[in-house]
T-cell receptor
Framework: GDSVTQMEGPVTLSEEAFLTINCTYTATGYPSLFWYVQYPGEGLQLLLKATKADDKGSNKGFEATYRKETTSFHLEKGSVQVSDSAVYFC????????????FGQGTELSVKP | EAQVTQNPRYLITVTGKKLTVTCSQN?????MSWYRQDPGLGLRQIYY???????DKGDVPEGYKVSRKEKRNFPLILESPSPNQTSLYFC???????????FGNGTRLTVT
């Protein structure tokens, strides 16, 4: 079935370090891909998205490229800040399944000053 | 302000006592959905609704009910809660199916 696999957390980094959170997917069709972020005590909010192969989503210094050949959508940021501490969820959506979002298990990021 | 509002934020109850978690959105979205979040499992869809009076099961619907009598509201009903329904619940909405989801701030439910 369709699924999303993320690297396990927690990930602990120092401020200004480079961040990569790996995400791979399995899908029967051509999904749209998303990264959502959940700050402590809040709901999820969209960070970035890509709807077709080779698209790059970007927002707030974060980037992810839709790689169809490796079925991946890794999240990267060149220099993290303490305020980036949150849980990050990779997700896919298939139109032929009613637009349901299928989430990975989430990766907790903790950035230390 | 465009938002999805869930109530209550925290709820502690006992096994078998019926409860309702409310969800309301002010964005005129057609699509609404309920998820539960459990450690190590990510978010799993409970029920969703494509429009008024149109609801369908998600991946983990057992023990839950929903209704969509008005476009803005999508309550989650637990007729007879059990301890395995202790979880963090999120309501979400989007303009259309497959669109960007807007989430509420969550309801943390504990069933003893």
């Amino acid at each position: 079935g369709d699924s999303v696999t993320q690297m396990e957390g927690p990930v602990t980094l120092s401020e200004e370090a480079f961040l990569t959170i790996n995400c791979t997917y399995t899908a029967t069709g051509y999904p749209s891909l998303f990264w959502y972020v959940q700050y402590p005590g809040e709901g999820l909010q969209l960070l970035l998205k890509a709807t077709k192969a080779d698209d790059k989503g970007s927002n707030k210094g974060f980037e992810a490229t839709y790689r169809k050949e490796t079925t991946s959508f890794h999240l990267e940021k060149g220099s993290v800040q303490v305020s980036d501490s949150a849980v990050y969820f990779c997700a896919l959506s298939l139109y032929n399944q009613g637009g349901k979002l299928i989430f990975g298990q989430g990766t907790e990021l903790s950035v230390k000053p | 302000e465009a938002q999805v509002t869930q109530n209550p934020r925290y709820l502690i109850t006992v096994t078998g006592k019926k409860l309702t978690v409310t969800c309301s959105q002010n964005m005129n979205h057609e699509y609404m959905s309920w998820y539960r979040q459990d450690p190590g499992l990510g978010l799993r869809q409970i029920y969703y609704s494509m429009n008024v009076e149109v609801t369908d099961k998600g991946d983990v619907p057992e023990g839950y009910k929903v209704s969509r009598k008005e476009k803005r509201n999508f309550p989650l009903i637990l007729e007879s809660p059990s301890p395995n329904q202790t979880s963090l619940y999120f309501c979400a909405s989007s303009l259309l199916q497959g669109g960007v989801l807007h989430f509420g701030n969550g309801t943390r439910l504990t069933v003893t």
